[in-house]
């Protein structure tokens, strides 16, 4: 059973900094999505970014040039880092594993990330 444990969250202010981490353990395929999922107050769940074991990536619109997303594949863990924060990216962060061919699909529990102005 694949476990993900995302660490990293907490208050900053705008302009601010926070680094996420997402850490996979158990047995997984080495063809996998890994992304961050993030969920603010009455709005649904969003993708963040994805990146793939090839290291491929993508960005939503809203966070493109302010936020990177990176993997260790030999520790299996994911990061998110974000840099010039706004009020609207505070939200619940979750690390998501998606693994191939055999589709499996993981969550982590969220990490809060709050964002004052």
């Known amino acids: 059973q694949v476990q993900l444990a995302e660490s990293g969250g907490g208050m900053v202010q705008a302009g601010g900094s926070l680094r996420l981490s997402c850490a996979a353990s158990?047995?997984?395929?080495?063809?996998?999505?890994m992304a961050w999922y993030r969920q603010a107050p009455g709005k649904q769940r969003e993708s963040v970014a994805t990146?793939?074991?090839?290291?491929?990536?993508n960005y939503a619109d809203s966070v493109k040039g302010r936020f990177t997303i990176s993997r260790d594949n030999a520790k299996n863990t994911v990061y998110l880092q974000m840099n010039s924060l706004k009020s609207e990216d505070t939200a619940v962060y979750y690390c998501?594993?998606?693994?191939?061919?055999?589709?499996?699909?993981?969550w982590g529990r969220g990490t809060l990330v709050t964002v004052s102005s």
């Open positions: 990146i793939t074991s090839g290291g491929s990536t």
């Open positions: 158990g047995i997984m395929s080495s063809i996998n999505i």
């Open positions: 998501n594993l998606k693994t191939f061919p055999r589709r499996m699909d993981y």
